[in-house]
């Protein structure tokens, strides 16, 4: 399908255009905060929108992933690149234990597992020594990356952080178009005919659940050096529902809606953070709206709609 | 004989008196969840800040109309279950034929919606209810010092548990719900209006976590959040027991509301988490949950 491929070639056009000059434009942490959420999503998205498992747990990686980056770079002195794997394989690790655990059921009940294991962490967070408790961990350094760049200067840090972006969405690209990410889809649309085809649908969901986990924890080791802190917030289950949101206000199963959910809701939390709790009342709304009215999310209505405009007016 | 384990008896009776209280909770929030579930396929994330606006509803009847406690103990549920009868003519009705996670979607906007509605108009911090008249002051067992209104909260808890569990399982009425779970098209096919079944089952559901919510209102401050991290106590809950059975709900509530108190007498610091590793035992153990059917 031509339309279909051009269209991705300029949505990856427009999403590297718009990574390029956002520094030049807004606030580059606000930028920086933007593409690190939007990882998130995407990560999230992988298991919601292409293997339709429901996870309301996921800031439980984005949050230990920040922890561990912020520890081993400010208590042990690694170096931000080492301090941001050590972030990611936390979240891996964590991820094969919940996944294997919460695997064994499916539908909601796999929701309410994910929030569950998810809420230890939180409690595991807010009680160990090393977190800091209520202050979490303040004061990260940045440091310098590879020993050349130095990721104080907000430019740098900023490309580095849109490189990390690129390469998590990327890897989240290949994973959807390749025959691994086809047997997803065949999990998400049938779960008992991908297993009478043989396929061994746990290896499968676990193995989407840890590559979740672990993009999702490179973006809390990211953001864990962005703001140099690693605190509750990230963490906490609100933060679990927010990319549950950004996924779906963006789209479902589409590849470029989670950054497009992930803008949308970062740049409303920034502009209403003065209202107080209207914040929260928002964003509940948005997701009844969501839920109720526009299920697709705005890159599956484009899509809907481009596909209407290109199919043939008499079949 | 004034140690147990090391403890002092006091306290230890306490904790299993809180541990108990904090059961009957459970108990009835995770019957509401199950009955819920039953009929509409939904789990219900607003349970919560359902029970939180049980709560709020007699803390606010008192203070601007000043309806007693026991007025507020009937009154109460029959507002908040009201509103669960709206949101489910409104929003949930059009869920059913779509997948059961939009389900938990939309009941989770719904939930921060109404919390922060009741965080923007009364703060973070507790308002408190005081103690009705008739169930002020405490009784001393010579044991231990029972303060009367926790005692009532048990029975009371108790008493609506399986007060449901009879009207579901023995009553013609419940018979129809048990027949609308199972089959609601040959239900419907009967001559029994399922719809409006279902209407009242998500009230009623509602209507119980707002019971548990003006039950707790005096022993606990009654603020925005105080529903939010129950429910997704109440939810493990609901793992563990599986959904399949009203007694299993109230059994595994009670028990794990003990469990939970005597944690915080032996080992404190992961009272917070034990019923989430209990949760992760019994995934390894039986995954469909104590009760439950595997489905």
């Not at chain 1, 491929?5 to 942490?29: E, F, K």
């Not at chain 1, 809420?119 to 440091?143: A, C, H, K, W």
């Not at chain 2, 004034?2 to 108990?20: D, T, Y």
Request: hydrophobic fraction near 55%; glycine fraction near 14%.
């Amino acid at each position: 399908m031509p339309a279909r491929g051009n269209g991705r070639w300029l949505g990856g056009g427009l999403l590297l255009a718009a990574g390029l000059v956002a520094p030049y434009v807004v606030y580059p942490v606000f930028a920086m905060k933007v593409l690190c959420f939007a990882l998130f999503a995407c990560a999230f998205n992988l298991l919601l929108g292409y293997t339709g498992l429901l996870s309301f747990g996921h800031a439980a990686f984005l949050g230990s992933a920040g922890y561990v980056t912020a520890y081993t770079v400010k208590s042990l002195g690694f170096s931000p690149g080492l301090g941001l794997l050590a972030g990611t394989a936390c979240a891996a690790v964590l991820g094969l234990v919940i996944g294997w655990l919460a695997i064994r059921r499916s539908g909601i009940y796999f929701a309410m597992i994910t929030l569950g294991l998810a809420q230890v962490i939180y409690f595991l967070s807010l009680q160990l020594e090393f977190t800091g408790g209520e202050d979490g961990i303040q004061g990260v350094p940045r440091g310098v990356l590879f020993g050349v760049l130095p990721l104080d200067n907000p430019l740098v840090m900023y490309h580095f952080v849109l490189a990390v972006f690129l390469f998590g969405f990327w890897v989240v690209y290949r994973a959807i178009h390749s025959p691994f990410g086809q047997v997803l889809k065949a999990i998400r649309e049938n779960e008992p005919r991908a297993v009478s085809l043989g396929y061994d649908v746990h290896r499968y969901k676990l193995l989407a659940f840890v590559l979740s986990a672990t993009l999702a924890g490179l973006a809390g080791g990211t953001k864990s050096l962005v703001f140099q802190l690693a605190s509750l917030t990230d963490v906490h289950w609100h933060t679990s529902g927010e990319v549950v949101l950004m996924t779906l206000l963006g789209g479902l199963g589409t590849e470029f809606g989670p950054v497009v959910g992930a803008l949308l809701v970062v740049t409303l939390n920034n502009y209403l953070a003065g209202f107080g709790s209207w914040v929260t009342v928002i964003t509940g709304a948005i997701f009844v709206v969501c839920v109720l009215a526009f299920r697709r999310g705005i890159v599956g209505e484009i899509l809907a709609f481009a596909r209407s405009r290109s199919a043939p007016k008499d079949p | 004989m004034s140690e147990v384990f090391g403890i002092p008896i006091q306290a230890f009776l306490g904790q299993l008196l809180i541990g108990l209280i904090n059961g009957s909770f459970y108990a009835i929030l995770s019957l509401g969840l199950a009955v819920i579930f039953g009929l509409l396929n939904i789990i219900n994330f607003t349970h919560g800040a359902q029970y939180m606006m049980g709560a709020f509803v007699a803390w606010m009847g008192l203070k601007y109309l000043g309806i007693n406690y026991w007025a507020a103990l009937l009154l109460s549920p029959l507002v908040v279950g009201l509103t669960g009868v709206v949101i489910e003519r409104l929003c949930l009705r059009r869920l059913y034929q779509l997948d059961h996670l939009y389900g938990l979607l939309l009941t989770f906007g719904l939930a921060l919606v109404v919390e922060g509605l009741f965080r923007q108009g009364y703060g973070i911090s507790g308002l408190s209810y005081p103690v009705p008249k008739l169930l002020q002051g405490g009784e001393n067992l010579g044991f231990m010092y029972l303060p009367i209104y926790r005692a009532w909260v048990v029975v009371a808890s108790l008493v609506v548990c399986f007060g449901t569990w009879y009207v579901i399982e023995r009553t013609k009425l419940g018979a129809y719900l048990r027949a609308g779970t199972e089959n609601p098209r040959l239900l419907q096919a009967f001559g029994i209006n399922v719809p409006v079944m279902v209407t009242l089952t998500y009230g009623f559901g509602v209507a119980l976590a707002a019971f548990a919510g003006v039950l707790a209102a005096p022993i606990y401050q009654v603020n925005p959040v105080m529903g939010s991290n129950l429910v997704i106590v109440v939810f493990a809950v609901v793992v563990i027991g599986g959904m399949g059975s009203i007694f299993g709900s109230i059994v595994t509530g009670l028990g794990l509301g003990v469990v939970e108190g005597l944690t915080k007498v032996f080992y404190p610091e992961a009272s917070a988490v034990v019923v989430f590793v209990i949760m992760a035992l019994v995934l390894l153990v039986r995954p469909a949950g104590l009760f439950g059917r595997e489905a």
